[in-house]
């Protein structure tokens, strides 16, 4: 029997547009079935979003390594040269200045990054773009990469209680050795294109970028390697 607010809607609207649900059943949108489901997938989501994963999650970098790396690229790119606004960048990388404002905080503490303050203060590289290694800075913004629990490079980790006989401890640390040996081969001197006629240390051109494999991604032979 369909519930008093069920009838309701049909009443009011017969045409209305109906969604099918998990169990093969359907009911018109704005319903009490609709509005149930609706509170059960959200509930859900939550329960998913805050569930305690082995893996800290860097193996899939966030915004704050995505967005940090771009920051310190636009920072090498100006390296020499004084100064950098953050005002500016934000502007050309189309990035929110608050959330730069909040990155730098943790690249300074990493000594990845200086500030000057006064009028024609800003951010610079504390050191040349070909001595930034882009672990470092990855690890300053996410935290040590760990695909899971007992591939860390953390050495305070939590030691998982399967350590002494868990027989896929081996697939974990690979993973962790090609993703951290990707990322410690490289410098923020790899990110620079170099610049015409300029003296300045830079990585390969833009077009020669397009390339390489897309961030993020370890190919098959990395892995065996």
């Not at 502007?91 to 000057?116: G, H």
């Not at 303050?117 to 590289?125: D, M």
Request: charged residues 20%; glycine residues 10%; proline residues 5%.
């Amino acid at each position: 029997m369909a519930l008093a607010c069920d009838r309701k809607v049909s009443e009011a609207s017969p045409r209305a547009p109906r969604r099918t649900f998990r169990d093969g059943s359907a009911a018109p949108v704005g319903s009490c079935r609709y509005r149930h489901e609706r509170t059960f997938l959200r509930k859900w989501s939550t329960k998913l979003a805050t569930r305690t994963y082995h893996s800290t999650g860097a193996v899939s970098f966030s915004t704050k390594g995505e967005y940090g790396v771009r920051l310190m690229a636009q920072l090498a790119s100006r390296y020499g040269s004084g100064p950098a606004s953050l005002t500016e960048i934000a502007e050309q990388e189309d990035l929110p200045r608050a959330y730069l404002e909040q990155l730098v905080i943790s690249l300074r503490d990493a000594d990845l990054v200086q500030s000057t303050r006064g009028a024609h203060g800003g951010y610079e590289l504390t050191r040349a773009p070909d001595q930034v290694v882009m672990g470092e800075v990855l690890r300053a913004l996410e935290g040590p990469i760990a695909p899971m629990i007992c591939a860390t490079d953390d050495p305070d980790h939590m030691t998982c209680a399967r350590s002494g006989h868990c027989t896929v401890n081996f697939m974990w640390v690979r993973v962790h050795d090609a993703i951290a040996g990707a990322l410690d081969s490289m410098t923020l001197a790899d990110l620079v294109p170099v610049a015409a006629g300029s003296g300045r240390a830079g990585g390969p051109a833009l077009g020669a970028l397009s390339d390489r494999a897309p961030s993020g991604k370890v190919d098959s032979a990395t892995l065996a390697g």
